[in-house]
């Protein structure tokens, strides 16, 4: 089952985000196929101010535990945190 980590940014830390990257993009790496797609919301400036993660995982549990492992989350960057089940109908490489 695929989901949708939705997540915002605190006000002010871009410097953080940009500390805590690279640890992020590797956790993300780290996920294998389990990471279908993924990058940053940007703010008017096209700074980035927020992210967008599609998982797979079993259910809604382990997307969770999968979110909360992120470095990002680990280190407080988020003001929220949204995850939702998701269907991928459009232009699904699994299923052309």
């Known amino acids: 089952m695929l989901f949708v980590v939705l997540c915002t940014d ?7 985000r ?3 990257r690279p640890d992020h993009v590797a956790f ?3 996920l294998n196929g389990a990471m279908k797609a993924a990058g940053p919301f940007l703010d008017e400036a096209g700074n980035p101010c ?3 993660v599609i ?3 079993e259910n809604h549990k382990e997307a969770e ?7 990002y989350a680990i280190a407080g ?5 949204e995850i939702k089940p ?5 232009k699904n490489p699994e299923t052309v």
Do not use: R, Y
Request: charged letters at 20%; glycine letters at 2%.
């Open 18 to 20: 940009l500390k805590v």
């Open 65 to 71: 535990a999968i979110a909360a492992k992120d470095p």
């Open 50 to 52: 927020g992210s967008l």
């Open 55 to 57: 998982i797979e995982a």
């Open 77 to 81: 960057l988020f003001s929220s945190v």
């Open 10 to 16: 605190k006000p002010n830390s871009l410097d953080m």
């Open 28 to 30: 993300l790496n780290s």
């Open 86 to 90: 998701w269907k991928w109908t459009m």
